[in-house]
């Protein structure tokens, strides 16, 4: 299995900022795409920022010019830097990775970590 495990989220005043990082463990072979979700309470979890192998990036449009994806194929982690901060941002970050790992063989993975909690407020 390969496990993904957050940290740094927290409490930030608006227009503040915060570093998320992402490392997954276990016998990976090759991470393909591994990028960042939210959930605010009483909506779903949605994309915020995703980077492919090749180093391609996609954002959600409300967070494009302020959030920032970058990702370390040797350490296979992924960083998100979030500035300008907006309460709207309110949510728990969840990350995600699909690629390649050895369980006996070769198998396929898409897996998610625990969540980190992001919370905006003066």
């Known amino acids: 299995q390969v496990q993904l495990v957050e940290s740094g989220g927290g409490l930030v005043q608006p227009g503040g900022s915060l570093r998320l990082s992402c490392a997954a463990s276990?016998?990976?072979?090759?991470?393909?795409?591994i990028g960042w979700y939210r959930q605010a309470p009483g909506k779903q979890r949605e994309l915020v920022a995703t980077?492919?192998?090749?180093?391609?990036?996609n954002y959600v449009d409300s967070v494009k010019g302020r959030f920032t994806i970058s990702r370390d194929n040797a350490k296979n982690t992924v960083h998100l830097e979030m500035n300008s901060l907006k309460p709207e941002d309110t949510a728990v970050y969840y990350c995600?990775?699909?690629?390649?790992?050895?369980?006996?063989?070769?198998?396929?993975?898409?897996?998610w970590g625990q969540g980190t909690q992001v919370t905006v407020s003066s």
């Open positions: 980077i492919t192998s090749d180093g391609s990036t």
């Open positions: 276990g016998s990976i072979f090759r991470i393909n795409g």
């Open positions: 995600n990775a699909d690629g390649r790992y050895l369980s006996f063989s070769w198998q396929n993975f898409d897996s």
